[in-house]
């Protein structure tokens, strides 16, 4: 997201497209790296355009501005390049600035606070003695619109935590037979409100009133062992509300060091927004969710969390969803936690997927088991100076092939080291044995697998494997 005073750099720049060849021609030997503001006599600014061969040209325009669209049309003007406007900015231009106020904003377009209604359990000492009390309690925290689907009777798809809709002290017997929200109600970022008690129910047990702006959400699956849950509601409904919401934009990838803002809804009092830096991209922290203790694969955050944020999304400083936010370190400040981005997209797909594939005997979330067993080594950190980024990097060996499984059926052995995994003709890299994990949550019966391996110094591809659905296991 971009402000109009960050385009200082680059004010007035269309008129200079025609003035330099190298822009305009896009040539792959000399190009724009940036351009700069240089100085001024009072009526008219000096501009100072860097090109990647170490040479400059200035030029002169009057003290006004020139938004970076006003560049962009007349680029494609110029050079009849098939590009659009986000590869524009990204590849021509360098906009610098710290102030992420507009990203915020943007952002907010896709955020709700979520209220989850559970029927617990608890214990009345009186005159009476001890006897069991069964009551509505109401818990809190945010989600993100992850897709909308403008036809007719389509879904709005929202994601947020399972914990956020599951409550292990539910008592199933009376809430529905499960442990999931019974009633779940979402409220956009300006339409906001507070449930209220407005009376008891046929059972006995408090009712809520979530006034003209609560709306009603639909669990359609989650994943206790990802910590990510799916809940739906009409388009049209939801936009009865506010027809101006929007689907999160996804990240391609994130990066230590890369700001990261949380949008959440902190001691249920109302959306709003903290700010800092992927501290780092994989860590192991272990959640205690439904009474059994799990590694969860986390981004370790700066960004103050609190009570509520759960759920909520995790941005860079681009406004695009990088991860979910879910747990925080009480006893550090501002060491807090994540759903990676990749496990968020992965499962959240999965669960969509099989919800709309037409199988009443499909539901939840599934994931492919290769049949295969695990080490890493070699680890490193490996810098692209190209991108200014870098990456963790190792090899994931194979230690053991299971009999009758996906890898043994393809030609898999013992010590080869796993390099990529293609799906469907599409490979997808290896370089963190996490990432085998990530890959098999896309996977669906009816796909095609084949594995790129090193053996012995040499790369092997092996057979092609069509996945079938017992090769898919239900993911808690």
């Given at each position: 997201?971009?402000?109009a ?22 040539s ?6 940036s351009?700069a ?7 008219y ?19 006004s501005?020139?938004?970076?669209e006003?560049?962009y ?16 900015l ?5 906009v ?5 106020s507009?990203t ?5 377009q ?32 945010a ?23 599951y ?28 449930p209220?008690?407005?009376g ?97 694969r ?31 370190n009480?006893e ?12 968020v ?15 009443s ?10 049949g ?10 490996v ?27 393809v030609?898999?052995r013992?010590?080869d080291?796993i ?9 997808k890299?290896?370089?963190r044995t ?16 084949s ?26």
């Amino acid at each position: 997201m971009f402000q109009a005073r960050k385009l200082m750099a680059v004010a007035a720049c269309a008129a200079t497209i025609a003035l330099v060849p190298a822009f305009a021609a896009c040539s792959s030997q000399t190009y724009v790296t940036s351009i700069a503001k240089s100085g001024t006599d009072g009526n008219y600014d000096i501009y100072t355009i860097y090109y990647s061969d170490g040479s400059t040209s200035e030029f002169t325009m009057p003290n006004s501005m020139v938004s970076a669209e006003d560049l962009y049309q007349q680029y494609i003007i110029e050079t009849g390049e098939d590009i659009s406007y986000s590869e524009f900015l990204s590849k021509y231009m360098n906009v610098s600035g710290t102030d992420t106020s507009s990203t915020i904003n943007y952002c907010l377009q896709s955020c709700l606070k979520i209220y989850a209604e559970f029927v617990e359990t608890g214990y009345s000492i009186g005159f009476g003695g001890i006897t069991t009390v069964s009551d509505v309690n109401v818990y809190t925290g945010a989600a993100v619109i992850y897709s909308i689907d403008e036809d007719a009777d389509g879904y709005t798809y929202l994601v947020t935590n399972y914990h956020v809709v599951y409550d292990n002290d539910a008592d199933a017997s009376k809430n529905g037979g499960t442990k999931i929200a019974r009633e779940i109600y979402g409220y956009l970022y300006g339409s906001e409100g507070t449930p209220t008690a407005s009376g008891r129910d046929s059972d006995g047990y408090t009712e809520y009133d979530y006034g003209q702006y609560g709306i009603s959400l639909e669990y359609v699956g989650g994943s206790v062992e990802n910590d990510v849950a799916v809940l739906r509601v009409k388009t049209e409904d939801i936009k009865a509300v506010n027809e101006n919401i929007r689907a999160v934009d996804v990240a391609d990838t994130y990066y230590v060091g890369e700001t990261a803002i949380a949008i959440g809804n902190p001691e249920g009092n109302g959306l709003s927004v903290t700010q800092g830096i992927v501290s780092t991209e994989n860590e192991h922290i272990t959640l205690n969710i439904d009474g059994t203790l799990r590694s969860y694969r986390s981004l370790r955050i700066d960004t103050p969390l609190y009570s509520g944020n759960s759920g909520g999304g995790l941005f860079n400083s681009d406004g695009e969803l990088i991860g979910i936010t879910n747990a925080g370190n009480t006893e550090d400040q501002n060491i807090n936690y994540a759903v990676p981005l990749e496990v968020v997209t992965g499962t959240v797909d999965n669960i969509i997927y099989y919800a709309n594939d037409g199988d009443s005997s499909t539901n939840n979330a599934y994931k492919v088991d290769f049949g295969i067993t695990t080490s890493s080594s070699g680890s490193k950190y490996v810098y692209d100076s190209s991108s200014g980024y870098g990456a963790i990097e190792e090899d994931v060996k194979v230690e053991s092939v299971i009999s009758g499984g996906i890898a043994a059926n393809v030609g898999v052995r013992t010590g080869d080291v796993i390099r990529g995994i293609i799906v469907n003709g599409v490979e997808k890299q290896i370089t963190r044995t996490f990432m085998l994990d990530d890959v098999a949550l896309t996977i669906r019966a009816g796909d095609t697998v084949s594995l790129v391996l090193e053996r012995d110094g040499d790369s092997v591809t092996t057979s092609v494997y069509n996945v079938a659905a017992d090769d898919l296991g239900t993911l808690s």
